[in-house]
């Protein structure tokens, strides 16, 4: 048995209770093949005991903070028997937004080799490297994981990830969850539960309860949807009301209480907005019952808002009272009115339960009355479960944005005023505060950034819309053919990128594109320099002016600045089949399947020890035009031996860096990474000062000649 038991009591300002920790063993997966990258626990567990902070990151403010904050799910019944014959009212199960007990209540089932939760994928992941130095990092492996297309539901996910758990209740639970990299479908993954009452109420083959039928079963998700940078976001829930095309709960930007300009879109000193994006959970398929397996319309039944901080919607089973499970299992059915007197919609379907979403109410900004909103809650059910009966469950995390490059430009935009918007004056429907506060957005520039920023939900809903049309395709999405793997090597007139032929096998193959982004991997813009904007420089094969190859060498490449790379392959697009937007098209593999996070230089050839210069020197931390595009803590020793090791010393003498040099190059940085730049050996920031570097030259073997020479650079901060 997998002996785990960890216990979280909500420390709040409202309960003032205690928090109590205990191992937990946090096995978990990646699913990192699309623009939104998730992982997915053994237990099904998105809570914040879970072992990191953040479920999942978004592409847009290059997966600097999660879009996930936490999430929790519930089951409960009523009129249960436990083994001993023991009658419960309601018996509740969870895995709690910070609570989760996998001894007791929430068991994973390790399968026959021991393993919790497997990966698949649809290919051999590609092999990334730079100067020798493999990344694997958007692919990590290990034993237990396996290609295996056939396995994949549809065979068209780039992934799939599943575990099985079982519940106190009696219940097993079947876990699956897929992620794709092709560009209509990289927004989302899909997860799925497959609930079936096995009677099983641990972890042993005993069936503990082989002939007890579930009686008033309900599935609620509670889900804390952080938004970014800024925490406190406008919550909406749609798909309550007949006629709705989706059934979807989101966040979106929102204008911080006390500010004096409009901020909507948390907007950067640089004019950047870095939370322009939205966020959703939806449901895309819920059995109507163990019987009938078409997908029922008017589930989850109810939905609402709470304070995120309510003990009741927190914990776990183990520790829940029985007044708190009463509760939980009333909102359940009846959602928050009969709780806090929260009103309903109107017009929903019948004998649904909806609550008015946060930006329905009077509400100038979304802090107005904070300690009522903070989570989205939503409940399917009842259902009754007789032995062996199972009911499946589909919902999708999704987002939506305008493009970091559409966010660079509307925002340097409203930073001079100059900010318009060509489309219909509809700013009110996509941002209701506005329209019962105009002063929210005075100005026509302030109402133009506002309205670009609000085309994310336009964006949310075509994604949503896709991950429907997914499952309701059976998850037979069209797919481009698997990426190359791909190696970049530095030299002193150009930079080679060469690639593999693994893409050749789909029948329907046809070329390639190499494209580059110069000074990062990841967009980002700062005084007027846009770095990590990927442009295509090259493709081959069909429909192209040059023939099929395996290898490109980029000439363009300018002297001390850093490149990166991915190589994506096409098809010809006349074997796939109609995509969710209506689309027969060509496809390539997806951006970050073989991208390469470490930098690529032209290479100087070898100088010897008369010839050494640091660059820049001084380094100034305010000098940014003085500095490497995309590398501000970089500092670079040129013509240098071609082998040779290099001390970097403080003025009084300390040892504060080492670095080998063994490209047989003229040049080499402090620190490879961005994250090494001007650190010393433990990773401290190096102050400003004067510091002496100290070059050794050596043989090719390692071994020293004998000689060496010293240079001192100053650096200030």
Avoid at 97 to 114: F, L
Wanted: charged share 25%; with cysteine.
């Amino acid at each position: 048995m997998k002996k785990i038991y960890y216990l979280v009591v909500p420390l709040c300002l409202l309960f003032s209770l205690f928090i109590y920790h205990s191992t937990y063993a946090n096995v978990f997966k990646w699913m990192r093949v699309g623009r939104y990258r998730a992982r997915v626990v053994d237990s099904g567990d998105q809570g914040q005991a879970s072992g990191e902070d953040d479920m999942a990151f978004y592409y847009y403010d290059n997966e600097r903070r999660g879009v996930w904050d936490t999430g929790a799910t519930h089951f409960a019944c009523r009129d249960w028997y436990d083994e001993n014959n023991t009658y419960h009212a309601i018996k509740f199960c969870a895995m709690g937004m910070i609570g989760i007990n996998e001894e007791i209540e929430i068991m994973p089932v390790p399968d026959s080799e021991g393993i919790y939760i497997r990966k698949y994928m649809r290919y051999q992941p590609p092999a990334i490297t730079v100067d020798g130095f493999r990344l694997d990092a958007p692919f990590p492996w290990d034993e237990s994981d396996e290609v295996n297309p056939d396995y994949i539901l549809g065979n068209t996910a780039d992934v799939m990830v599943e575990s099985w758990f079982n519940i106190s209740m009696g219940l097993t639970i079947h876990q699956r969850a897929w992620s794709w990299s092709q560009i209509n479908h990289d927004d989302y993954d899909i997860r799925e539960f497959t609930i079936t009452n096995t009677g099983n109420v641990d972890l042993d083959d005993e069936i503990e309860l082989p002939d007890q039928t579930i009686e008033g079963f309900y599935f609620l998700r509670n889900i804390r949807t952080g938004h970014g940078y800024q925490q406190w976001n406008w919550r909406h829930e749609y798909g309550a009301i007949p006629g709705d095309s989706l059934r979807l709960v989101y966040v979106y930007p929102h204008r911080d209480r006390g500010k004096d300009t409009d901020n909507l879109g948390e907007m950067r000193s640089s004019g950047f907005p870095r939370s322009a994006y939205w966020r959703g959970e939806a449901h895309l398929h819920v059995d109507t019952s163990p019987t009938d397996k078409t997908d029922d319309i008017t589930q989850p039944q109810m939905t609402g808002e709470e304070n995120v901080n309510c003990s009741w919607l927190r914990t776990h089973g183990a520790t829940a009272s029985l007044s708190d499970i009463a509760l939980i299992y009333q909102t359940m059915q009846f959602g928050f009115l009969p709780y806090n007197g929260q009103p309903y919609m109107e017009g929903a379907y019948p004998n649904t339960h909806h609550s008015l979403s946060m930006d329905m109410l009077d509400m100038k900004t979304t802090r107005e009355n904070p300690w009522q909103r903070g989570s989205h809650d939503v409940a399917s059910g009842p259902y009754t479960l007789a032995p062996g009966e199972s009911i499946r469950i589909v919902w999708a995390d999704v987002m939506g944005t305008i493009s970091p490059e559409k966010g660079w430009e509307i925002g340097r935009a409203w930073q001079d005023g100059t900010c318009t918007w060509d489309g219909a004056d509809d700013l009110a429907e996509y941002y209701p505060a506005f329209g019962r506060y105009p002063e929210l957005a005075p100005t026509a520039n302030d109402q133009a950034k506002d309205r670009w920023i609000f085309t994310g939900k336009d964006s949310l809903f075509i994604n949503t819309w896709a991950a429907q049309w997914n499952v309701r395709n059976d998850y037979e999405v069209p797919i481009a053919p698997s990426p190359p793997s791909v190696e970049v090597n530095s030299r002193p007139d150009r930079i080679e990128i060469t690639w593999g032929n693994e893409s050749e096998s789909a029948s329907d193959f046809s070329g390639y594109r190499v494209y580059r982004a110069v000074g990062s991997p990841y967009y980002d813009a700062e005084d007027d320099v846009v770095v990590g904007k990927w442009e295509p420089i090259f493709e081959c094969g069909d429909g192209t002016a040059n023939n099929l190859t395996h290898s490109y060498d980029d000439a363009t490449a300018e002297r001390g600045k850093a490149y990166f790379y991915y190589v994506t392959a096409f098809d010809d697009g006349i074997q796939n089949e109609h995509d969710a937007n209506g689309k027969k098209e060509s496809l390539e593999s997806g951006e970050s399947l073989n991208m390469t996070t470490r930098a690529a230089y032209l290479t100087r050839p070898a100088g010897t020890l008369s010839s050494v210069r640091v660059v820049p020197n001084p380094f100034n931390i305010n000098a940014a035009e003085l500095q490497y595009i995309g590398e501000p803590d970089k500092i670079m020793f040129l013509d240098i031996p071609a082998y040779c090791t290099i001390k970097i010393y403080s003025e009084s003498g300390d040892l504060v860096k080492t670095l080998e040099h063994t490209d047989g190059s003229g040049d080499e940085p402090w620190g490879v990474l961005l994250e090494e730049h001007l650190v010393t050996e433990i990773g401290q920031i190096i102050v400003s000062g004067i510091y002496i570097a100290v070059i050794e030259e050596n043989n090719a073997d390692g071994t020293s000649t004998g000689a060496s020479t010293a240079v001192k650079f100053v650096i200030v901060r």
